[in-house]
């Protein structure tokens, strides 16, 4: 890792702070985008209507009364493909939004860690030893 000058630290820190807080504000965004997804699958040529949210989770289930003259294991598997559809798009939906922020929270700069400290120990020990400072 390529570390700032030590003058330049505190400019450093003021634009990983600023960046991680625009990261910060993104992420709510997006979660409050994909808790505002509604997804509707289809089976049954429209007689039955699944809809579920941005988590998956299915919010409403609508059987037009003609699907019940199917018999059980027919209307299992159109009530199947109904939630499958809702469930996928909604994932789908979801991912898009979610790869949009990714792509700018992994744009974020390295984090510093005690591996910044001990480099300007070593920098300063060194300029001791040198007869620098």
Not at 7 to 17: A, G, K, S
Not at 47 to 65: E, F, H, Q, V, W
Not at 81 to 87: C, F, H, L, T, W
Request: proline content about 4%.
């Amino acid at each position: 890792m390529s570390w700032p000058a030590p003058e330049q630290d505190r400019q450093y820190l003021e634009e990983v702070f600023q960046r991680t807080r625009e990261a910060i504000h993104d992420l709510r965004q997006a979660k409050h985008t994909i808790g505002e997804i509604e997804s509707t699958g289809e089976a049954a040529d429209g007689m039955i209507r699944a809809t579920a949210d941005g988590g998956g989770s299915i919010r409403k289930l609508k059987i037009n009364p003609r699907a019940l003259r199917l018999d059980t294991v027919a209307l299992g598997r159109e009530v199947t493909r109904a939630i499958q559809a809702a469930q996928e798009d909604s994932a789908r939906r979801a991912q898009e939004i979610l790869d949009g922020v990714t792509a700018r929270v992994g744009a974020l700069p390295e984090p510093l860690d005690e591996r910044l400290i001990e480099h300007r120990v070593e920098a300063v020990a060194r300029e001791l030893y040198s007869g620098g400072l």
